[in-house]
């Protein structure tokens, strides 16, 4: 008994020390996340998330017919080497890590007002929401993410290189 | 005592990463894919404090024993998640110590022989019958 009771305590210490530090926390999340890739991209709704759901481009035919509009530069924001590997047909290579470093050549070659879509390696990554969310604070007004990224694009069988 | 302190340092410092980013942590949670969504969160958010609370008690001695056993309960979770995931082939990132994705891809057979030895400096401290030193708080044995 007297086991379960110090079990108790250090548990009971432990859980309300976890929600209280996540509450407060700016880094803390919800209780609950968002982990069916059906429902779109996974994410555990941290307090400043960066997923924004009505960006979103979740059909993949959408996205095909609005890469043959050829109105939207598609923008990658895996790394060089993924990109390097494959990635879709005239996609510009941007890597969420490397923006700083290379928002200002891409800017010149593709002004703010030119619509973007961005992708990753589809649901279970951030990175083309984080893309988004940089290219729309640097002025960028028209911007998108295609969350089944590469593979989904490649699976549906549309142009790659 | 030094059981206590290498165990509970272990702990303490497994926990820190864990803490400062539950987010990245849930999303390793989900890549171990065993866990049903609706407890991903849950256990993103507390066990990182149980393991910083168990590694505070062992340190201290604070109820050393209870605290032991604990630590011995969750690495026997450690041990079981991996082996499954080992067992079937399932790739995924351990989040054991750093949560940086990438940085290292440890065989799980090696981690899940790094718990077990782990799990052997538990039981040490859980079956110890000798008069414990420098603790704050402890039941006899």
């Not at chain 2, 303490?12 to 969504?37: E, H, M, N, Q, R």
Request: hydrophobic share 50%.
């Amino acid at each position: 008994m007297k086991a379960f009771k110090e079990i108790s305590i250090l548990l009971s210490v432990s859980i309300i020390a976890a929600l209280a530090v996540n509450y407060f926390s700016p880094a803390g999340i919800a209780l609950f996340g968002q982990w069916d890739t059906a429902k779109g991209v996974i994410t555990a709704n941290e307090k400043n998330h960066i997923v924004l759901n009505d960006l979103e481009i979740g059909d993949v035919t959408l996205a095909k017919k609005l890469y043959d509009s050829k109105q939207f530069v598609f923008v990658d924001a895996r790394s060089q080497d993924d990109y390097d590997e494959g990635h879709i047909k005239g996609a510009v290579s941007l890597p969420v890590g490397q923006f700083d470093e290379k928002i200002e050549a891409f800017s010149e070659q593709y002004p703010p007002d030119k619509p973007i879509i961005t992708y990753c390696s589809g649901r279970t990554c951030e990175d083309s929401h984080k893309l988004a969310q940089r290219l729309l604070e640097f002025g960028y007004l028209e911007t998108g993410v295609f969350i089944d990224g590469f593979p989904g694009w490649e699976a549906a069988g549309y142009p790659i290189e | 005592m030094a059981a206590r302190w290498i165990l509970g340092g272990i702990f303490v410092y497994a926990s820190y990463d864990k803490v400062l980013a539950p987010a990245v942590f849930a999303k390793i949670i989900y890549g171990y894919d065993l866990f049903p969504a609706p407890f991903i969160n849950l256990i993103a958010i507390i066990v990182p404090f149980l393991e910083l609370v168990t590694g505070i008690a062992l340190i201290i001695g604070f109820y050393p024993r209870s605290a032991a056993l604990m630590v011995n309960a969750m690495l026997l979770f450690f041990i079981t998640a991996l082996s499954i995931n080992l067992i079937r082939g399932h790739e995924f990132d351990c989040g054991c110590f750093s949560i940086n994705s990438g940085a290292q891809e440890t065989f799980a057979g090696t981690l899940i022989f790094r718990d077990f030895l782990l799990l052997a400096l538990g039981l040490y401290i859980f079956f110890y019958r000798y008069e414990r030193k420098l603790c704050v708080l402890s039941s006899p044995g």
